[in-house]
Protein backbone atom coordinates (compact mmCIF):
# COMPACT_ATOMS: atom_id res chain seq x y z
CA UNK A 1 0.00 0.00 0.00
CA UNK A 2 1.24 3.62 -0.85
CA UNK A 3 0.11 4.85 2.45
CA UNK A 4 1.57 1.99 4.30
CA UNK A 5 5.27 1.47 2.64
CA UNK A 6 8.42 3.11 2.37
CA UNK A 7 9.71 5.09 -1.04
CA UNK A 8 11.34 2.27 -2.14
CA UNK A 9 8.40 -0.44 -2.04
CA UNK A 10 6.50 2.38 -5.03
CA UNK A 11 9.18 0.91 -7.52
CA UNK A 12 8.39 -0.84 -10.05
CA UNK A 13 8.98 -4.46 -10.26
CA UNK A 14 10.45 -6.10 -13.18
CA UNK A 15 7.69 -6.65 -15.97
CA UNK A 16 6.68 -3.09 -15.05
CA UNK A 17 3.65 -4.42 -13.30
CA UNK A 18 2.82 -2.22 -10.58
CA UNK A 19 2.14 -3.41 -7.18
CA UNK A 20 -0.83 -4.38 -5.60
CA UNK A 21 -0.51 -2.61 -2.25
CA UNK A 22 -0.42 0.81 -4.33
CA UNK A 23 -4.08 0.09 -5.24
CA UNK A 24 -4.84 -1.13 -1.94
CA UNK A 25 -6.37 2.63 -0.79
CA UNK A 26 -8.78 2.12 -3.67
CA UNK A 27 -9.57 -1.58 -2.88
CA UNK A 28 -10.67 -0.43 0.42
CA UNK A 29 -12.92 2.06 -0.79
CA UNK A 30 -14.36 -0.43 -3.49
CA UNK A 31 -15.08 -3.12 -0.39
CA UNK A 32 -16.78 -0.41 1.66
CA UNK A 33 -18.89 0.65 -1.62
CA UNK A 34 -19.78 -2.96 -1.74
CA UNK A 35 -20.34 -3.77 2.03
CA UNK A 36 -23.08 -0.99 1.66
CA UNK A 37 -24.46 -2.35 -1.46
CA UNK A 38 -24.96 -5.32 -0.30
CA UNK A 39 -25.95 -4.45 3.38
CA UNK A 40 -29.09 -2.07 1.93
CA UNK A 41 -29.96 -4.83 -1.37
CA UNK A 42 -29.30 -8.02 0.69
CA UNK A 43 -29.99 -7.39 4.69
CA UNK A 44 -32.52 -3.70 4.27
CA UNK A 45 -33.99 -3.55 1.19
CA UNK A 46 -37.41 -2.90 2.59
CA UNK A 47 -35.62 0.33 4.15
CA UNK A 48 -35.07 1.79 0.80
CA UNK A 49 -38.57 1.27 -0.06
CA UNK A 50 -40.02 2.77 3.13
CA UNK A 51 -37.85 6.06 2.57
CA UNK A 52 -39.05 6.38 -1.12
CA UNK A 53 -43.07 5.99 -0.01
CA UNK A 54 -42.52 8.86 1.91
CA UNK A 55 -42.19 11.47 -0.50
CA UNK A 56 -43.31 12.62 -3.59
CA UNK A 57 -40.85 13.67 -6.15
CA UNK A 58 -42.38 15.83 -9.09
CA UNK A 59 -40.93 16.61 -12.21
CA UNK A 60 -42.36 20.30 -12.09
CA UNK A 61 -41.15 23.51 -12.02
CA UNK A 62 -43.13 24.16 -9.26
CA UNK A 63 -41.83 21.70 -7.02
CA UNK A 64 -38.30 22.80 -7.95
CA UNK A 65 -38.73 26.67 -7.40
CA UNK A 66 -40.82 25.30 -3.73
CA UNK A 67 -37.54 23.50 -2.80
CA UNK A 68 -35.19 25.95 -4.07
CA UNK A 69 -36.96 28.80 -1.48
CA UNK A 70 -35.75 27.06 1.39
CA UNK A 71 -32.00 27.04 2.95
CA UNK A 72 -30.55 23.30 1.76
CA UNK A 73 -33.05 23.26 -1.09
CA UNK A 74 -30.47 22.28 -3.70
CA UNK A 75 -29.30 19.30 -1.27
CA UNK A 76 -33.42 18.51 -0.11
CA UNK A 77 -34.01 18.31 -4.20
CA UNK A 78 -31.30 16.10 -5.11
CA UNK A 79 -31.68 13.72 -2.23
CA UNK A 80 -35.47 13.16 -3.18
CA UNK A 81 -34.41 13.03 -6.74
CA UNK A 82 -31.90 10.09 -5.64
CA UNK A 83 -34.49 8.43 -3.22
CA UNK A 84 -37.57 7.91 -5.99
CA UNK A 85 -35.13 5.56 -7.12
CA UNK A 86 -35.06 3.51 -4.23
CA UNK A 87 -38.04 2.20 -5.81
CA UNK A 88 -35.64 -0.34 -7.89
CA UNK A 89 -33.90 -1.78 -4.23
CA UNK A 90 -30.84 -2.66 -6.67
CA UNK A 91 -30.37 0.99 -8.22
CA UNK A 92 -31.32 2.77 -4.21
CA UNK A 93 -28.47 0.04 -2.98
CA UNK A 94 -25.60 1.69 -5.69
CA UNK A 95 -26.91 4.97 -5.07
CA UNK A 96 -25.89 4.93 -1.21
CA UNK A 97 -22.64 2.76 -2.16
CA UNK A 98 -21.42 5.64 -4.83
CA UNK A 99 -22.30 8.59 -1.86
CA UNK A 100 -20.33 6.41 0.85
CA UNK A 101 -17.57 6.20 -1.33
CA UNK A 102 -17.84 9.77 -2.10
CA UNK A 103 -17.61 10.59 1.61
CA UNK A 104 -14.73 8.29 1.85
CA UNK A 105 -12.42 9.43 -0.42
CA UNK A 106 -13.37 13.12 -0.55
CA UNK A 107 -12.85 12.88 3.37
CA UNK A 108 -9.16 11.50 2.47
CA UNK A 109 -8.28 14.12 -0.38
CA UNK A 110 -8.44 16.92 2.78
CA UNK A 111 -6.75 14.87 4.82
CA UNK A 112 -3.58 14.12 2.10
CA UNK A 113 -1.60 16.45 4.47
CA UNK A 114 -1.58 13.56 6.90
CA UNK A 115 1.40 11.13 7.28
CA UNK A 116 1.00 7.88 5.02
CA UNK A 117 -0.58 5.06 7.06
CA UNK A 118 -3.71 6.76 8.72
CA UNK A 119 -6.05 5.87 5.46
CA UNK A 120 -7.94 3.72 7.68
CA UNK A 121 -9.58 7.44 9.36
CA UNK A 122 -11.03 8.36 6.50
CA UNK A 123 -13.55 5.42 6.69
CA UNK A 124 -14.92 7.06 10.36
CA UNK A 125 -17.41 9.56 8.57
CA UNK A 126 -18.81 6.91 6.52
CA UNK A 127 -19.05 4.42 9.29
CA UNK A 128 -20.23 7.32 11.88
CA UNK A 129 -22.65 7.87 8.80
CA UNK A 130 -23.78 4.15 7.72
CA UNK A 131 -25.12 3.48 11.89
CA UNK A 132 -26.60 6.67 11.78
CA UNK A 133 -29.19 5.56 8.79
CA UNK A 134 -30.31 2.98 11.01
CA UNK A 135 -32.66 5.79 12.22
CA UNK A 136 -35.08 5.69 9.98
CA UNK A 137 -35.96 9.38 10.06
CA UNK A 138 -32.78 10.35 8.71
CA UNK A 139 -33.08 11.52 5.31
CA UNK A 140 -30.63 11.38 2.82
CA UNK A 141 -30.54 15.06 2.24
CA UNK A 142 -28.13 14.90 4.73
CA UNK A 143 -25.79 12.70 3.27
CA UNK A 144 -26.31 14.54 0.26
CA UNK A 145 -24.92 17.85 2.07
CA UNK A 146 -22.06 16.15 3.04
CA UNK A 147 -21.01 15.18 0.09
CA UNK A 148 -21.59 18.48 -1.83
CA UNK A 149 -19.03 20.37 1.86
CA UNK A 150 -16.97 18.41 1.46
CA UNK A 151 -16.56 18.46 -2.37
CA UNK A 152 -16.58 22.46 -1.78
CA UNK A 153 -14.05 22.32 0.85
CA UNK A 154 -11.63 20.20 -1.44
CA UNK A 155 -12.06 23.14 -4.12
CA UNK A 156 -11.62 25.59 -1.85
CA UNK A 157 -8.27 24.37 -0.11
CA UNK A 158 -6.81 24.23 -3.77
CA UNK A 159 -7.47 28.16 -4.15
CA UNK A 160 -4.70 31.05 -3.63
CA UNK A 161 -5.01 33.77 -0.54
CA UNK A 162 -6.79 36.16 -2.43
CA UNK A 163 -8.79 34.21 -4.30
CA UNK A 164 -9.98 32.43 -1.53
CA UNK A 165 -10.85 35.27 0.68
CA UNK A 166 -13.51 36.47 -2.23
CA UNK A 167 -14.99 32.63 -2.45
CA UNK A 168 -15.21 32.73 1.00
CA UNK A 169 -17.32 35.89 0.99
CA UNK A 170 -19.43 35.50 -1.65
CA UNK A 171 -19.69 31.45 -1.63
CA UNK A 172 -20.46 30.68 1.86
CA UNK A 173 -23.69 32.41 1.28
CA UNK A 174 -24.63 30.42 -1.75
CA UNK A 175 -23.58 27.27 -0.32
CA UNK A 176 -25.58 28.38 2.99
CA UNK A 177 -29.12 28.02 0.57
CA UNK A 178 -28.01 25.58 -1.81
CA UNK A 179 -26.72 22.62 1.64
CA UNK A 180 -28.32 24.63 4.66
CA UNK A 181 -26.06 24.70 7.91
CA UNK A 182 -23.69 21.78 6.50
CA UNK A 183 -21.91 25.09 5.17
CA UNK A 184 -20.36 25.23 8.48
CA UNK A 185 -17.98 22.24 7.79
CA UNK A 186 -16.50 23.99 4.93
CA UNK A 187 -16.27 27.02 6.78
CA UNK A 188 -14.49 25.21 9.37
CA UNK A 189 -12.14 23.12 6.96
CA UNK A 190 -10.77 26.35 5.04
CA UNK A 191 -7.30 27.28 5.76
CA UNK A 192 -5.23 29.07 6.74
CA UNK A 193 -7.23 28.87 10.41
CA UNK A 194 -7.41 33.06 11.00
CA UNK A 195 -9.50 32.59 7.13
CA UNK A 196 -11.31 29.53 8.98
CA UNK A 197 -12.45 30.75 11.91
CA UNK A 198 -13.36 34.28 10.32
CA UNK A 199 -15.56 31.90 7.57
CA UNK A 200 -17.19 30.01 10.31
CA UNK A 201 -18.18 33.20 12.43
CA UNK A 202 -19.68 34.90 8.96
CA UNK A 203 -21.39 31.33 8.46
CA UNK A 204 -22.42 31.86 11.55
CA UNK A 205 -24.60 35.36 11.16
CA UNK A 206 -26.20 33.81 7.76
CA UNK A 207 -27.47 31.30 9.83
CA UNK A 208 -29.03 33.24 12.23
CA UNK A 209 -30.14 36.11 10.07
CA UNK A 210 -31.99 33.88 7.71
CA UNK A 211 -34.29 33.42 10.53
CA UNK A 212 -35.34 36.92 9.81
CA UNK A 213 -36.57 36.34 6.18
CA UNK A 214 -37.52 32.53 6.68
CA UNK A 215 -40.97 31.03 7.81
CA UNK A 216 -38.84 28.77 9.71
CA UNK A 217 -38.14 28.82 13.72
CA UNK A 218 -34.31 29.19 14.50
CA UNK A 219 -34.06 26.33 15.88
CA UNK A 220 -34.94 24.24 12.50
CA UNK A 221 -32.62 26.55 10.08
CA UNK A 222 -29.97 25.48 12.46
CA UNK A 223 -30.58 21.99 12.66
CA UNK A 224 -31.24 22.15 9.05
CA UNK A 225 -34.50 22.44 7.77
CA UNK A 226 -34.62 18.58 5.61
CA UNK A 227 -31.76 16.34 7.66
CA UNK A 228 -34.38 15.18 9.86
CA UNK A 229 -37.51 13.79 9.25
CA UNK A 230 -38.91 14.99 12.78
CA UNK A 231 -38.40 19.13 12.33
CA UNK A 232 -36.76 20.67 15.33
CA UNK A 233 -34.96 17.55 16.61
CA UNK A 234 -31.29 16.18 15.46
CA UNK A 235 -29.91 12.80 16.48
CA UNK A 236 -26.49 13.81 18.49
CA UNK A 237 -24.78 11.33 15.65
CA UNK A 238 -25.43 14.09 13.03
CA UNK A 239 -24.05 16.82 14.49
CA UNK A 240 -20.86 14.65 15.69
CA UNK A 241 -20.37 13.88 12.38
CA UNK A 242 -19.61 16.90 10.53
CA UNK A 243 -17.49 17.61 13.90
CA UNK A 244 -15.77 14.60 13.77
CA UNK A 245 -14.86 15.39 9.75
CA UNK A 246 -13.67 18.46 10.14
CA UNK A 247 -11.25 17.10 13.07
CA UNK A 248 -10.15 14.85 10.28
CA UNK A 249 -9.93 17.02 7.71
CA UNK A 250 -8.51 20.27 9.48
CA UNK A 251 -7.12 18.86 12.89
CA UNK A 252 -4.60 16.08 11.78
CA UNK A 253 -2.40 17.35 9.73
CA UNK A 254 1.11 16.75 11.57
CA UNK A 255 0.47 13.29 12.63
CA UNK A 256 3.42 11.05 12.98
CA UNK A 257 4.60 8.46 9.93
CA UNK A 258 2.93 5.18 11.02
CA UNK A 259 4.54 1.77 10.31
CA UNK A 260 2.98 -0.84 8.51
CA UNK A 261 1.99 -3.00 11.44
CA UNK A 262 0.10 -0.08 13.45
CA UNK A 263 -1.21 1.17 9.74
CA UNK A 264 -3.26 -2.88 9.39
CA UNK A 265 -4.24 -2.31 13.42
CA UNK A 266 -6.16 0.98 12.64
CA UNK A 267 -7.49 -0.78 9.62
CA UNK A 268 -8.81 -3.32 11.92
CA UNK A 269 -9.97 -1.30 14.55
CA UNK A 270 -12.05 0.70 11.95
CA UNK A 271 -13.25 -2.15 10.62
CA UNK A 272 -14.50 -3.36 14.17
CA UNK A 273 -15.86 0.09 15.01
CA UNK A 274 -17.96 -0.31 11.91
CA UNK A 275 -19.30 -3.96 12.97
CA UNK A 276 -19.75 -3.20 16.52
CA UNK A 277 -21.41 -0.02 15.35
CA UNK A 278 -24.02 -1.45 12.68
CA UNK A 279 -25.36 -4.17 15.58
CA UNK A 280 -26.29 -1.32 18.05
CA UNK A 281 -27.73 1.15 14.95
CA UNK A 282 -30.75 -0.99 13.36
CA UNK A 283 -33.43 -1.60 16.03
CA UNK A 284 -34.55 -4.70 15.04
CA UNK A 285 -38.16 -5.00 15.86
CA UNK A 286 -38.81 -1.34 13.94
CA UNK A 287 -37.00 -3.04 10.81
CA UNK A 288 -39.33 -5.97 11.36
CA UNK A 289 -42.40 -3.96 11.57
CA UNK A 290 -41.03 -2.20 8.00
CA UNK A 291 -40.94 -5.26 6.38
CA UNK A 292 -43.96 -6.82 6.86
CA UNK A 293 -45.24 -3.03 5.85
CA UNK A 294 -43.06 -3.85 2.47
CA UNK A 295 -44.61 -7.07 2.22
CA UNK A 296 -48.03 -5.87 2.95
CA UNK A 297 -47.77 -2.78 -0.14
CA UNK A 298 -46.52 -5.85 -2.57
CA UNK A 299 -49.57 -7.75 -1.67
CA UNK A 300 -46.72 -10.91 -0.69
CA UNK A 301 -49.04 -12.88 1.10
CA UNK A 302 -47.27 -15.85 1.51
CA UNK A 303 -44.31 -13.92 1.76
CA UNK A 304 -45.59 -12.62 4.93
CA UNK A 305 -46.73 -15.92 6.34
CA UNK A 306 -42.85 -17.55 5.59
CA UNK A 307 -41.86 -14.56 7.13
CA UNK A 308 -44.47 -15.07 10.57
CA UNK A 309 -43.06 -18.94 10.47
CA UNK A 310 -39.56 -18.04 10.76
CA UNK A 311 -40.06 -15.81 13.29
CA UNK A 312 -43.61 -15.28 15.26
CA UNK A 313 -44.79 -11.52 14.92
CA UNK A 314 -45.88 -10.36 18.72
CA UNK A 315 -46.84 -6.43 18.13
CA UNK A 316 -49.78 -5.48 16.76
CA UNK A 317 -48.48 -4.25 13.72
CA UNK A 318 -46.94 -7.84 12.67
CA UNK A 319 -49.78 -9.89 14.23
CA UNK A 320 -52.20 -7.74 11.82
CA UNK A 321 -50.27 -8.31 8.78
CA UNK A 322 -49.52 -11.75 9.15
CA UNK A 323 -53.75 -12.23 10.10
CA UNK A 324 -54.50 -10.37 6.65
CA UNK A 325 -52.26 -12.48 4.63
CA UNK A 326 -53.64 -15.57 5.86
CA UNK A 327 -57.23 -13.66 5.28
CA UNK A 328 -56.42 -13.01 1.71
CA UNK A 329 -55.26 -16.50 1.03
CA UNK A 330 -58.49 -18.03 2.95
CA UNK A 331 -56.43 -19.63 5.53
CA UNK A 332 -57.09 -17.58 8.91
CA UNK A 333 -59.86 -20.09 9.93
CA UNK A 334 -57.79 -22.64 9.78
CA UNK A 335 -54.25 -21.38 11.14
CA UNK A 336 -55.23 -18.27 13.12
CA UNK A 337 -53.48 -19.88 16.70
CA UNK A 338 -50.41 -21.04 14.31
CA UNK A 339 -49.32 -17.58 15.54
CA UNK A 340 -49.55 -15.47 18.42
CA UNK A 341 -52.89 -13.43 18.75
CA UNK A 342 -53.77 -10.29 21.02
CA UNK A 343 -57.43 -10.19 20.57
CA UNK A 344 -59.31 -8.00 17.89
CA UNK A 345 -56.26 -5.75 17.74
CA UNK A 346 -54.44 -8.53 15.94
CA UNK A 347 -57.04 -7.68 13.23
CA UNK A 348 -57.38 -4.18 13.34
CA UNK A 349 -54.55 -2.34 15.57
CA UNK A 350 -55.66 0.71 17.14
CA UNK A 351 -55.61 3.78 15.38
CA UNK A 352 -52.59 5.91 16.13
CA UNK A 353 -51.24 9.22 14.14
CA UNK A 354 -48.14 7.29 12.38
CA UNK A 355 -47.63 6.60 8.86
CA UNK A 356 -47.12 3.01 9.16
CA UNK A 357 -49.50 1.83 11.45
CA UNK A 358 -51.95 4.28 9.53
CA UNK A 359 -51.03 3.02 6.22
CA UNK A 360 -51.55 -0.72 7.53
CA UNK A 361 -54.63 -0.29 9.30
CA UNK A 362 -55.66 1.91 5.81
CA UNK A 363 -54.54 -1.66 3.68
CA UNK A 364 -56.97 -4.01 6.20
CA UNK A 365 -59.74 -1.80 5.23
CA UNK A 366 -59.45 -1.52 1.61
CA UNK A 367 -59.03 -5.15 1.39
CA UNK A 368 -62.07 -5.72 3.71
CA UNK A 369 -64.25 -3.39 1.20
CA UNK A 370 -64.33 -0.36 3.46
CA UNK A 371 -63.09 1.91 0.33
CA UNK A 372 -63.86 5.34 2.14
CA UNK A 373 -62.60 4.47 5.43
CA UNK A 374 -59.88 3.21 3.35
CA UNK A 375 -59.52 6.64 1.53
CA UNK A 376 -59.84 8.66 5.35
CA UNK A 377 -56.69 6.91 6.33
CA UNK A 378 -54.63 7.23 3.70
CA UNK A 379 -55.18 11.28 3.95
CA UNK A 380 -54.41 10.59 8.13
CA UNK A 381 -51.25 8.33 6.92
CA UNK A 382 -50.18 11.65 4.35
CA UNK A 383 -50.55 13.98 7.00
CA UNK A 384 -49.01 12.06 9.92
CA UNK A 385 -45.57 12.77 8.14
CA UNK A 386 -44.07 14.89 10.15
CA UNK A 387 -41.97 16.84 7.65
CA UNK A 388 -45.26 17.68 5.17
CA UNK A 389 -44.10 15.75 2.41
CA UNK A 390 -46.48 14.30 0.13
CA UNK A 391 -46.63 10.32 -0.27
CA UNK A 392 -46.67 8.30 -3.70
CA UNK A 393 -48.16 5.33 -1.73
CA UNK A 394 -50.79 7.18 -0.28
CA UNK A 395 -51.54 9.55 -3.78
CA UNK A 396 -51.63 6.29 -5.52
CA UNK A 397 -54.27 4.64 -3.17
CA UNK A 398 -56.29 8.45 -2.95
CA UNK A 399 -56.81 7.68 -6.73
CA UNK A 400 -57.51 4.15 -6.21
CA UNK A 401 -60.56 4.75 -3.54
CA UNK A 402 -62.00 7.57 -5.76
CA UNK A 403 -61.96 5.51 -9.10
CA UNK A 404 -63.85 2.88 -7.25
CA UNK A 405 -66.13 5.32 -5.74
CA UNK A 406 -66.32 6.88 -9.54
CA UNK A 407 -65.00 10.22 -8.39
CA UNK A 408 -63.37 10.41 -11.70
CA UNK A 409 -62.50 14.00 -11.47
CA UNK A 410 -61.01 13.45 -8.73
CA UNK A 411 -58.91 10.34 -9.29
CA UNK A 412 -57.52 12.31 -12.32
CA UNK A 413 -55.80 15.19 -10.72
CA UNK A 414 -54.08 12.44 -8.23
CA UNK A 415 -53.38 10.30 -11.41
CA UNK A 416 -51.85 13.26 -13.36
CA UNK A 417 -49.96 14.25 -10.42
CA UNK A 418 -48.44 10.60 -10.35
CA UNK A 419 -47.72 11.16 -14.21
CA UNK A 420 -44.85 13.51 -12.99
CA UNK A 421 -42.92 10.57 -11.68
CA UNK A 422 -40.44 8.08 -12.88
CA UNK A 423 -41.91 5.30 -11.66
CA UNK A 424 -45.44 6.11 -10.78
CA UNK A 425 -46.12 7.37 -14.58
CA UNK A 426 -46.44 4.45 -16.38
CA UNK A 427 -49.07 2.56 -14.05
CA UNK A 428 -50.97 6.22 -13.87
CA UNK A 429 -50.94 6.18 -17.40
CA UNK A 430 -52.47 3.03 -17.34
CA UNK A 431 -54.88 3.94 -14.97
CA UNK A 432 -56.21 7.38 -16.73
CA UNK A 433 -57.27 4.76 -19.28
CA UNK A 434 -59.70 2.95 -16.92
CA UNK A 435 -61.55 6.76 -15.97
CA UNK A 436 -65.32 6.58 -17.33
CA UNK A 437 -64.80 2.66 -18.24
CA UNK A 438 -67.59 1.28 -15.96
CA UNK A 439 -67.29 -2.02 -18.22
CA UNK A 440 -63.12 -2.11 -17.58
CA UNK A 441 -63.56 -1.53 -13.80
CA UNK A 442 -65.86 -4.13 -13.19
CA UNK A 443 -64.32 -6.03 -15.08
CA UNK A 444 -60.68 -4.85 -12.69
CA UNK A 445 -59.59 -8.29 -10.47
CA UNK A 446 -59.06 -6.17 -8.03
CA UNK A 447 -61.59 -2.81 -8.41
CA UNK A 448 -64.39 -4.60 -10.06
CA UNK A 449 -64.49 -6.50 -6.75
CA UNK A 450 -63.99 -4.06 -4.51
CA UNK A 451 -66.59 -2.04 -6.16
CA UNK A 452 -69.46 -5.11 -5.41
CA UNK A 453 -67.59 -5.19 -1.91
CA UNK A 454 -68.73 -1.73 -0.77
CA UNK A 455 -71.38 -0.46 1.52
CA UNK A 456 -73.36 1.75 -1.06
CA UNK A 457 -73.89 4.18 2.02
CA UNK A 458 -71.45 5.52 4.87
CA UNK A 459 -71.76 4.83 8.26
CA UNK A 460 -70.32 5.77 11.71
CA UNK A 461 -68.76 2.67 13.35
CA UNK A 462 -66.38 2.11 16.62
CA UNK A 463 -63.00 0.16 15.51
CA UNK A 464 -64.30 -1.77 19.20
CA UNK A 465 -67.11 -3.14 16.70
CA UNK A 466 -64.99 -5.04 14.34
CA UNK A 467 -67.33 -7.90 14.11
CA UNK A 468 -70.38 -5.36 13.56
CA UNK A 469 -68.27 -3.68 10.27
CA UNK A 470 -68.03 -6.88 9.05
CA UNK A 471 -71.45 -8.08 9.28
CA UNK A 472 -72.31 -5.38 7.46
CA UNK A 473 -69.72 -6.22 4.82
CA UNK A 474 -71.22 -10.13 4.96
CA UNK A 475 -74.59 -8.66 4.74
CA UNK A 476 -73.92 -6.88 1.87
CA UNK A 477 -72.27 -9.38 -0.13
CA UNK A 478 -71.34 -13.18 0.76
CA UNK A 479 -68.86 -13.38 -1.64
CA UNK A 480 -66.84 -10.95 0.92
CA UNK A 481 -64.82 -13.72 1.95
CA UNK A 482 -62.64 -11.78 4.15
CA UNK A 483 -64.95 -10.45 5.92
CA UNK A 484 -66.57 -13.46 6.60
CA UNK A 485 -63.06 -14.39 8.31
CA UNK A 486 -62.87 -11.81 10.35
CA UNK A 487 -66.59 -11.99 11.36
CA UNK A 488 -65.95 -15.72 12.89
CA UNK A 489 -62.81 -14.76 14.14
CA UNK A 490 -63.18 -11.41 15.89
CA UNK A 491 -65.26 -13.34 18.70
CA UNK A 492 -62.91 -15.93 18.80
CA UNK A 493 -59.90 -13.28 20.12
CA UNK A 494 -62.51 -11.33 22.55
CA UNK A 495 -63.51 -15.05 24.17
CA UNK A 496 -66.95 -14.53 23.44
CA UNK A 497 -68.32 -18.04 22.54
CA UNK A 498 -71.66 -16.95 22.79
CA UNK A 499 -71.20 -14.31 20.27
CA UNK A 500 -69.55 -16.69 17.84
CA UNK A 501 -71.58 -19.16 17.73
CA UNK A 502 -74.37 -16.92 16.95
CA UNK A 503 -72.22 -15.35 14.11
CA UNK A 504 -71.04 -19.03 13.23
CA UNK A 505 -74.69 -20.15 12.58
CA UNK A 506 -75.57 -17.51 10.39
CA UNK A 507 -72.29 -17.67 7.85
CA UNK A 508 -72.48 -21.43 7.71
CA UNK A 509 -76.28 -20.85 6.81
CA UNK A 510 -75.03 -18.77 3.90
CA UNK A 511 -71.84 -19.92 2.93
CA UNK A 512 -70.08 -23.07 2.98
CA UNK A 513 -67.35 -22.19 5.32
CA UNK A 514 -66.35 -24.40 8.39
CA UNK A 515 -62.58 -24.33 9.01
CA UNK A 516 -60.71 -25.74 11.24
CA UNK A 517 -60.78 -23.52 14.35
CA UNK A 518 -64.47 -22.91 13.43
CA UNK A 519 -64.91 -26.56 14.07
CA UNK A 520 -62.17 -26.44 17.33
CA UNK A 521 -64.67 -23.61 18.93
CA UNK A 522 -67.97 -25.46 18.40
CA UNK A 523 -66.69 -28.07 19.62
CA UNK A 524 -65.63 -26.64 23.03
CA UNK A 525 -69.24 -24.51 22.97
CA UNK A 526 -70.69 -28.17 22.89
CA UNK A 527 -68.11 -29.42 25.70
CA UNK A 528 -68.99 -26.70 27.97
CA UNK A 529 -72.90 -27.39 27.79
CA UNK A 530 -72.12 -31.26 28.08
CA UNK A 531 -73.07 -31.69 25.05
CA UNK A 532 -72.12 -33.43 21.27
CA UNK A 533 -72.02 -31.21 18.05
CA UNK A 534 -74.52 -32.41 15.72
CA UNK A 535 -72.80 -35.01 13.14
CA UNK A 536 -71.24 -33.68 10.78
CA UNK A 537 -70.80 -30.01 11.85
CA UNK A 538 -67.00 -31.21 13.79
CA UNK A 539 -64.57 -33.77 12.37
CA UNK A 540 -63.74 -36.72 14.17
CA UNK A 541 -59.75 -35.64 14.56
CA UNK A 542 -60.78 -32.19 16.01
CA UNK A 543 -63.39 -33.90 18.46
CA UNK A 544 -60.61 -36.76 19.17
CA UNK A 545 -58.45 -33.74 20.02
CA UNK A 546 -60.59 -31.77 22.12
CA UNK A 547 -61.74 -34.99 24.26
CA UNK A 548 -57.70 -35.47 24.74
CA UNK A 549 -57.41 -32.00 25.90
CA UNK A 550 -59.85 -31.74 28.25
CA UNK A 551 -58.63 -34.81 30.02
CA UNK A 552 -55.35 -33.51 29.90
CA UNK A 553 -56.67 -29.70 30.90
CA UNK A 554 -58.80 -31.46 33.86
CA UNK A 555 -56.08 -33.55 35.48
CA UNK A 556 -53.70 -30.64 35.40
CA UNK A 557 -54.43 -27.18 33.80
CA UNK A 558 -50.52 -26.06 33.83
CA UNK A 559 -49.74 -29.61 32.29
CA UNK A 560 -46.77 -29.07 29.66
CA UNK A 561 -48.32 -31.50 27.79
CA UNK A 562 -51.35 -28.84 26.56
CA UNK A 563 -48.37 -27.27 24.66
CA UNK A 564 -48.99 -29.67 21.79
CA UNK A 565 -52.54 -27.82 21.27
CA UNK A 566 -51.20 -24.20 21.53
CA UNK A 567 -52.21 -24.22 17.64
CA UNK A 568 -56.10 -24.69 18.71
CA UNK A 569 -58.67 -22.10 19.61
CA UNK A 570 -59.38 -24.50 22.65
CA UNK A 571 -56.11 -23.37 24.00
CA UNK A 572 -56.19 -19.77 23.45
CA UNK A 573 -59.85 -19.89 24.77
CA UNK A 574 -58.82 -21.21 27.94
CA UNK A 575 -55.06 -20.46 28.59
CA UNK A 576 -53.35 -18.20 26.18
CA UNK A 577 -54.31 -14.86 25.16
Known amino acids: MRHLSSSADSKRPEGGRLPLRRYAPWLATLALGL ?50 FYNSVTLGSIILAVLFMLVQRLTWQLMKSVADGWYALSFVPAIMLWYAMGDENMLLTYTVALTMALAAALVARRLGRRALLVAAAVGIPILYWLIGPMVLLVAVCLSPTWVAAGATVYA ?86 IEYDYLV ?15 TPDLPMSVSATNLALAMTNQLGDRAFDFYQRGTEGLLPKFERNFATTQLTGEIYFHLGLVNTAQRLAFEAME ?13 RLA ?25 RPWAERTLRLLGNEAAINAHPLYGSLRQFRLADDFLFSEDELDKICGQLFLHNQKNQMAAQYLLMAPL ?24 HCQEAIAFAFMQQRQQPPQGLVSQFVLQQMNEFARIYAANSSSPELGRFRNTAWYYLTIGK
Request: aromatic fraction near 14%; charged fraction near 20%.
Open 35 to 84: AVFLFWRLRYPFALVYQEQLQLFLFDGDYLATRLAEPGGLARYVAEFLVQ
Open 204 to 289: IALILGSAWIQPYPLLRLVLGVDYYRAPMTLPYVLMVIPAVTAVLCHGCRRLPLLRRPMAWGLAAGVALLGLVGLDRGYDSKKYEL
Open 297 to 311: RLKDWQGIIAKAEAK
Open 384 to 396: SIPNYNKSGRVVK
Open 400 to 424: ETNLINGEYAVARKYLEMLEKTIFY
Open 493 to 516: LDIDIARFMSYAQYVQSQINYNPR
